[in-house]
């Protein structure tokens, strides 16, 4: 597919893909005979990936370790052995991390709305 649908299936503006790939966090599987970026399923995942830690605060050095973690264990010949829990580890690891920041979210989100409740009860004192 081209990065037009990619867009619009990652909710990923055209410019952050383009900015992704200049990083080298997705490159696009192939190019079509006009040059335009191809991409597939696999692609789109990786971007998805990719999305759902930005909102967390991981940089796009954390992004590169996970996605390469991930690449080596579903590579077409996975390592085993010791190689294998190593990279287990290093997923394990950004799992907890992502857990702890989202519990902070939610403090950050609980805290908000207390605002909101705060003001809309000034604005209306009989409502909750």
């Given at each position: 597919?081209?990065?037009?649908?990619?867009?619009?299936?990652?909710?990923?503006?055209?410019?952050?893909?383009?900015?992704?790939?200049?990083?080298?966090?997705?490159?696009?599987?192939?190019?079509?005979?006009?040059?335009?970026?191809?991409?597939?399923?696999?692609?789109?995942?990786?971007?998805?990936?990719?999305?759902?830690?930005?909102?967390?605060?991981?940089?796009?050095d954390q992004?590169?370790?996970?996605?390469?973690?991930?690449?080596?264990?579903?590579?077409?010949?996975?390592?085993?052995?010791?190689?294998?829990?190593?990279?287990?580890?290093?997923?394990?690891?950004?799992?907890?991390?992502?857990?702890?920041?989202?519990?902070?979210?939610?403090?950050?989100?609980s805290r908000?709305?207390?605002?909101?409740?705060?003001?809309?009860?000034?604005?209306d004192p009989?409502?909750?």
């Amino acid at each position: 597919m081209q990065i037009g649908e990619v867009a619009a299936r990652t909710e990923l503006s055209l410019r952050t893909i383009r900015h992704y790939e200049e990083t080298g966090l997705v490159v696009p599987s192939a190019r079509s005979r006009g040059g335009f970026r191809l991409y597939t399923e696999a692609d789109v995942a990786r971007l998805m990936v990719i999305r759902r830690m930005k909102p967390l605060g991981f940089t796009l050095d954390q992004m590169r370790d996970l996605l390469q973690a991930i690449d080596r264990l579903d590579a077409a010949d996975p390592p085993g052995g010791e190689e294998r829990e190593a990279l287990l580890d290093r997923v394990r690891a950004y799992e907890q991390e992502a857990v702890r920041k989202i519990a902070e979210l939610r403090v950050q989100l609980s805290r908000a709305e207390d605002f909101a409740s705060t003001l809309r009860a000034r604005l209306d004192p009989g409502r909750p």
